[in-house]
């Protein structure tokens, strides 16, 4: 057995190293074969020339029997590869032009291909990194029409006691620590968690212990003390000093003790829905009291065995009908429909559609490149019509031709593909760089076995939709074309193929034309929004407060005038304020506030607020249309006033809003608030959304961390450490942080937009290119095969005008079939597209007429070049020519 | 020259192409005319068919080539039959007594 495998073995390293040599043995026995045959009938009778016909016509050529014995080799198969492989890279070589424009367009096609799947599998496919991660699911509700309002601790600790779906049911939320170590403060980003949190998880910890019962203040001996650090913050204050477990550090200027560590591989991903960030470096125990009301806090917690998420979710409705019966007065006029959801899907519930529409877009970039490089190799496999109308005549069968057809284009794809990898991976670099928010889990975004596995599979599916077409056509490997001394103008068959193909190109390159266009549309409305604020110019910084040290909003007030007295004096500062939060900021959508007129019973309307100093309206430029701003004197005596935008006033007061009374926030018992001013439109929540109003109170309606609004030729870095050291001399003990322009709010505001539109844009741009490419190529063919034609029309009397017209007026009626088809398709998929656009409707009749006009111009360009060569064909020498 | 020839049963072309070699060593043509002689005709093996089989039996090991001088003079590639060849072509015999046997029961029952 060994031996047998020894000898194939043997044979199989033969016929690749000695290929030649038996080629040539094989030669010289076939030829004495034929010599004996030969003799043995020259001995009967015949002569010379007559036997050796007859024993090549009775043995059917020689090729064949050494095709056919060649093949027995073990081996032969991959040896023939390698041959096509050698054949192929020499065909390349010839006409490198072609080579190099097919590559690249590959490899465009294919990088950006693998960079989308990249991002889209680590995004929204790939498991996460907690153990049973498919059945952690997040809860949440929708109050009053708010959306992620979250759960009550109420609700979440029912639902603990008595769900039969769901286990381990944890709070969490999103909030900051001021970490001080040795005497310096940091502010990190932190989660207050439930005991259940950190297991359901599946975290362990690396030092010390997890939260559990001795953490809740609720429990006879719990105490709430205790904090867990990150495994980067232990190392980067502590000094990874394992004996800092049972240390008290202070945090937000209480003193708590150090209980454990978590491990360096534990990833928080939790949705922006829970305010968690990716980088949570502090966790603080917190109870659920079944006593309290208030909403918003996330809940995360596990499917049982067996369940199902429907499961789960028509338990919760059964719960939901629970609630309303048993505390009526609060959920009286449905005023909470509640959710439940897989984990995986709710981190990416924002980004979606977007990466689906990209995804979409780069699919088609390769589609056009492939249908783009079957055009160019059909064009040029016409000239080599005859050498393969030769090959098939010397006994190659046609799955031989096919075969070797399929393995050049292969070969030209397996080139594309590596240098697919390589952009893909270029492309995500681009990506980190163009988004300047981040996606969600984008610190598992990476190239893996996975993705190399899709490339394999993308760049195989290219080198067939390139090759098969090209192959089968010439595989049929007309006799005719030897017949012919020279192809005349192509065959019709072939032309209606070629044409066929760049009516698909030009088809699929209008529909990611139209989306960018819509996107470019959208983003420029976007930044033509009106804010209702002039961001330029104008420096933020958040100023957080002790709120213990400063227990009085009289002694906040005070330390707030302080500061800003002594930033209105450095040099360079034209004007400053406070007001929180910043447009634009994350939690935002937190800041959604119930309004209504004093003594009107209805549920209300909703709008953004806003906490603001004196004169923050005048620092950030806000237009008041009528009455004033808040004054230093409005604060000292606590005036129950507020200011609002012309939304409201029109909604509320159309007579005019100054000095009514109206309630906000907390329900018709508070208090009413008398109207001093009304602002033109702000928008400060969501850029794209011009249909939520908003209100100004004084802070002292509304006491958080307020955000310094400076009006400044100083740039926000230079500004910094002066900010850092007046708050430090004012005595705030906490550190001011993000000193940016306001700018960048905004911007960042748009980032989703933008990106969209740059991916896209450049995208459309390359598939219209390609087939601008296409048009030319395949235009310039049929004209140079046509130009014996040509000549004759021209010596018959045509005027070198009416060809120009014959070849340009093909090129145009190729391209407005493609549009009119790609057109269609365009309008069904921009109906996908809505929930993307801004102040555009998907059947935009301005982008539709710009992105045909933009295909009509190329049409044009790409045939003009063979369009003239044609009307210069020069009679004399077309019809001479052979 | 008998224009009538059989179509091959599968397989059986080896078994020719051994028991042609048992007798003596030959070149590709030699075996071929050999065949025809025997069976009168009955086999008239083409170069297409020959050679092919030829070559994977060498390659299985059963036969072995090699280069030499025929007797009027010319370079040809004489092959002889191995030892593992001969076991191959007794195995091969004893099958096709078995169908022989078989088929001659099933024909005159």
């Not at chain 1, 002569?47 to 060649?70: D, F, H, M, Q, Y």
Request: hydrophobic letters at 45%; charged letters at 20%; glycine letters at 8%.
């Amino acid at each position: 057995m060994a031996r047998r495998l020894l000898r194939r073995l043997s044979s199989f390293l033969r016929t690749f190293v000695r290929g030649l040599q038996l080629d040539r043995e094989l030669d010289d026995e076939l030829r004495a074969y034929l010599d004996h045959e030969i003799a043995r009938r020259v001995a009967a009778g015949s002569s010379a020339a007559e036997a050796r016909r007859l024993v090549l016509a009775e043995e059917g050529g020689i090729e064949p029997i050494k095709e056919r014995t060649r093949a027995v080799r073990f081996g032969f198969g991959l040896a023939t590869v390698l041959q096509d492989l050698r054949y192929g890279a020499r065909s390349m070589a010839r006409s490198p032009g072609f080579a190099l424009v097919a590559c690249l367009t590959l490899a465009l096609g294919i990088g950006a291909n693998v960079a989308m799947f990249t991002v889209m599998r680590s995004v929204l496919w790939r498991p996460l990194p907690y153990a049973d991660g498919e059945r952690l699911v997040i809860l949440d509700s929708t109050w009053r029409g708010l959306p992620h309002a979250g759960l009550s601790p109420r609700e979440i600790s029912d639902l603990r006691r008595d769900s039969r779906t769901l286990s381990h049911l944890a709070v969490v939320n999103g909030v900051g620590a001021h970490v001080e170590i040795d005497g310096e403060v940091e502010f990190v980003p932190a989660a207050s968690v439930s005991a259940d949190l950190l297991p359901s998880l599946g975290a362990r910890p690396a030092h010390g212990r997890l939260f559990d019962a001795r953490d809740d203040s609720l429990h006879p001996d719990g105490q709430v003390r205790s904090v867990i650090f990150s495994d980067a913050l232990w190392r980067q204050r502590l000094g990874a000093d394992p004996g800092a477990i049972g240390r008290w550090i202070t945090v937000n200027n209480t003193p708590r003790q150090l209980i454990g560590v978590l491990p360096a591989d534990f990833q928080v991903f939790l949705p922006a829905s829970t305010s968690v960030q990716e980088a949570t470096h502090v966790w603080f125990p917190t109870s659920i009291n079944p006593a309290e009301n208030f909403r918003g806090n996330g809940a995360i917690g596990r499917l049982r065995a067996g369940v199902t998420l429907d499961d789960a979710r028509r338990e919760l409705e059964v719960f939901a009908a629970r609630f309303a019966s048993d505390r009526p007065e609060i959920y009286r006029d449905a005023a909470a429909t509640f959710r439940v959801d897989a984990l995986r899907q709710a981190l990416a519930a924002d980004i979606d559609a977007g990466l689906w529409m990209l995804g979409a877009a780069v699919a088609f970039v390769l589609l056009v490149s492939c249908v783009n490089i079957a055009n160019l190799t059909l064009a040029r496999s016409s000239g080599r019509a005859r050498e393969l109308a030769v090959r098939r005549a010397l006994g190659a069968t046609r799955v031989r031709i096919v075969r070797q057809l399929l393995t050049e284009s292969l070969l030209l794809a397996a080139i594309g593909g590596a240098g697919g990898l390589v952009i893909g991976r270029l492309g995500l670099q681009l990506l980190d760089w163009l988004r300047t928010t981040d996606l969600p889990r984008q610190s598992q975004v990476g190239l893996d076995g996975q993705v190399t596995l899709f490339s394999i599979g993308i760049t195989l599916a290219a080198g067939v939709i390139c090759g098969v077409l090209p192959a089968f056509r010439f595989a049929a490997g007309d006799a005719q074309a030897l017949k012919a001394g020279r192809a005349d103008s192509p065959a019709r068959g072939q032309r209606r193929l070629q044409r066929g193909l760049v009516i698909a190109e030009i088809a699929l390159s209008i529909v990611p034309l139209v989306a960018a266009g819509l996107m470019v549309r959208s983003f420029v409305n976007l930044t033509q929004a009106p804010l209702g604020f002039r961001p330029d110019g104008i420096v933020t910084a958040w100023m957080p407060l002790s709120f213990r040290q400063f227990s009085d909003v009289d002694a906040r007030v005070r330390v707030h005038a302080a500061v800003l007295d002594r930033i209105r004096e450095l040099p360079g500062v034209h004007d400053v304020s406070a007001a929180s939060p910043p447009p634009f900021h994350d939690f935002q959508v937190q800041m959604l506030e119930r309004y209504g007129r004093a003594g009107d019973t209805g549920p209300g309307s909703h709008a953004t607020r806003q906490s603001a100093l004196p004169g923050y309206l005048r620092v950030v430029g806000t237009r008041l249309v009528a009455g004033r701003e808040f004054t230093d004197d409005d604060l000292r005596h606590k005036r129950q006033v507020v200011i609002i935008d012309e939304r409201i006033a029109r909604e509320l007061w159309p007579s005019g809003a100054i000095g009514q009374q109206m309630w906000v926030g907390a329900g018709r018992r508070a208090s009413p608030l008398e109207v001093i001013g009304v602002t033109e439109p702000v928008r400060v929540a969501n850029i794209g959304d011009d249909s939520t109003p908003h209100l100004f109170v004084p802070y002292h309606k509304f006491t958080i961390d307020m955000v310094l609004a400076i009006r400044t030729d100083t740039p926000a870095e230079a500004l910094a450490p002066v900010l850092k050291r007046i708050a430090a001399e004012a005595g705030t003990s906490r550190a001011v942080m993000d000193v940016w322009p306001l700018r960048d709010y905004v911007d960042k505001s748009m980032a989703d937009t933008r990106f969209m539109m740059l991916v896209l844009t450049a995208f459309a741009g390359l598939s219209m290119l390609l087939a601008a490419i296409g048009l030319y190529g395949t235009l310039s063919y049929l004209t140079s095969q046509r130009s014996r034609e040509f000549g004759v029309r021209l010596a018959l009397g045509a005027s070198s005008r009416q060809i120009l017209r014959l070849v340009a007026g093909e090129g145009v009626v190729l391209t407005a079939i493609g549009a009119a088809a790609g057109l269609a398709g365009a309008i069904a998929a921009a109906r996908a597209l809505r929930g993307l656009l801004y102040g555009v409707e998907p059947l935009d009749p301005a982008t539709l007429a710009a992105v045909t006009a933009a295909v009509a111009v190329l049409a044009v360009l790409a045939s003009l070049k063979p369009a003239w060569s044609a009307s210069r064909v020069d009679p004399t020498r077309a019809l001479r020519a052979d | 020259m008998p224009e009538r020839s059989t179509e091959l049963l599968k397989g059986t072309l080896d078994l020719l192409i051994l028991r042609t070699l048992e007798l003596a060593p030959r070149h590709g043509a030699a075996i071929a005319e050999r065949i025809a002689q025997t069976t009168r005709g009955t086999f008239q093996i083409k170069a297409g068919s020959l050679f092919p089989a030829l070559h994977r039996l060498e390659q299985e090991g059963w036969i072995e080539g090699a280069w030499e001088v025929s007797a009027d003079g010319r370079r040809v590639k004489s092959y002889t039959l191995t030892r593992s060849g001969r076991k191959q072509l007794q195995a091969e015999k004893a099958t096709w007594g078995r169908i022989a046997a078989a088929m001659a029961q099933v024909l005159e029952s």
